[in-house]
């Protein structure tokens, strides 16, 4: 630890005693109550098979429009599930309707189409922005009830010659510099030329939303991607991706979501929790709330479970529980990260229960000093960001560079963490803590010994 962080650490140690700045709540009794109002939906008992309106199988046939009929069909009827059976479909954007269960049963993989072209312009979010941009793969506008359930496969035929290759040469910068002057959303026009890769699925302003079951491979970037929803289930899905920002599941700007038992390994986040990026975020102005995480599997990653980057919007009430992190190639554990171009409010978080085998870096990182064009100070913008109300409660980590980092800044100090009940062994360096406010450890070790 640095003589700066160890005197930021100290002065926070102090803060936190005296002040008692930490109000310790219950995780599971306040986990419990978000768990409460999350309710999967149910399906019409009615079937629509895809091959009765067209569907034939091969990679060589283009099945999109007979999907098309048949969610049409199914809506039109009350809803129910549309079947895709086992066997190669191949397809481009499917947009679910409100009652519709899209179910690809086992023995089945949607091949999605490499051609830009099979994904019409439409309202979306790229990275944090919303913009007229490529349909993603699966997506709902404003639907009620929609579901994309079975143990089959979506392949999203992404590759170093499609999709991922746009990584580095799209114009993702002119979006935000747009988002930065207010352009009106409709006016913000990509797509064709621009190089701006569709999420994998992705519900907008929708409510009761279910995704079960099923396995997703080679996505252009996010897989899942909910946005502005409400009542979401995400269960028992596999996701092994590893192309450029392959996030596994990023909820953004959504309430009451459930992600349980599920499996990630992934190129970017294995979870990243989100709500805008910066100006943009700040015009939308909903926070991501009320999230848990648990029972899951996180592999290959960059954190996780991430909050942020684009957190411009707020993040609250998250709980990861009961989860299982190991790989000599994720990087932390829980990760909170943000600017002071994000600003946004991170508060009320509690990773418990978990068991780490290995991390690159640390167990857990709070850190003010996401990279974008920040100057030697880590700053560049002019949003404080704040991090506060972290539980780190009951994990066990086996191998890791550090067992925790935490960066703040002296006048916007990351505050109120709680590490209680932990066990943290062969960290190969000290803990980096500068700049935090309402520091309290109970009962921790690190490396066998008492953790101060």
Request: aromatic letters at 8%; proline letters at 4%; charged letters at 25%.
């Amino acid at each position: 630890m640095t003589r700066r962080g160890f005197v930021g650490a100290a002065v926070a140690l102090g803060a936190g005693r005296r002040l008692g700045a930490y109000q310790t709540k219950n995780p599971a009794q306040e986990m419990a109550a978000v768990l409460a109002r999350i309710k999967a939906p149910t399906f019409a008992n009615k079937v629509f098979d895809i091959t009765k309106y067209g569907a034939k199988q091969g990679r060589t046939n283009d099945s999109t429009e007979a999907i098309r009929k048949a969610i049409e069909a199914c809506a039109a009827a009350g809803g129910g599930r549309v079947v895709v059976p086992a066997g190669d479909f191949e397809t481009g954007a499917i947009h679910l309707k409100s009652h519709v269960n899209l179910h690809v049963e086992e023995g089945a993989t949607l091949y999605f189409s490499q051609d830009p072209k099979q994904y019409p312009i439409v309202h979306t979010r790229f990275e944090g922005t919303e913009c007229m941009n490529y349909s993603p793969f699966i997506y709902a506008w404003e639907q009620t009830g929609i579901a994309v359930t079975g143990a089959g496969m979506l392949d999203g035929q992404a590759d170093p010659t499609h999709w991922w290759d746009w990584k580095g040469k799209d114009s993702s910068r002119e979006l935000v510099a747009m988002g930065e002057k207010d352009v009106p959303v409709e006016q913000r026009i990509f797509g064709d030329g621009k190089l701006l890769r569709p999420n994998f699925v992705q519900p907008y302003r929708s409510t009761n939303i279910l995704i079960e079951g099923v396995s997703i491979r080679n996505s252009p970037m996010w897989e899942l991607n909910p946005v502005l929803c409400k009542n979401v289930t995400v269960r028992g899905v596999k996701i092994d991706s590893h192309g450029p920002n392959n996030d596994g599941c990023d909820p953004e700007s959504s309430a009451d979501v459930l992600v349980e038992g599920c499996v990630f390994d992934t190129g970017d986040d294995c979870m990243a929790i989100k709500s805008g990026r910066n100006r943009d975020g700040r015009r939308v102005n909903v926070p991501s709330e009320n999230i848990v995480v648990r029972d899951c599997t996180m592999k290959d990653g960059h954190g996780g479970v991430s909050l942020g980057s684009e957190c411009s919007g707020g993040i609250r009430n998250v709980f990861v529980d009961n989860c299982r992190m190991d790989s000599p190639h994720l990087n932390n554990a829980m990760r909170i990260k943000t600017n002071t171009f994000r600003g946004g409010v991170m508060e009320n978080v509690y990773f418990t229960n978990t068991k780490v085998g290995q991390v690159a870096e640390s167990v857990l990182e709070c850190t003010y000093f996401y990279p974008e064009g920040d100057d030697k100070e880590g700053r560049g913008g002019p949003f404080h960001p704040v991090i506060r109300n972290v539980t780190l409660e009951n994990i066990t980590s086996q191998k890791s560079k550090r067992a925790v980092t935490l960066r703040g800044y002296a006048d916007a100090p990351v505050t109120n963490i709680r590490v209680a009940h932990c066990s943290f062994d062969n960290a190969a360096e000290e803990n980096t803590i500068e700049h935090v406010d309402g520091l309290k450890i109970e009962d921790v070790k690190r490396n066998g010994q008492a953790m101060k």
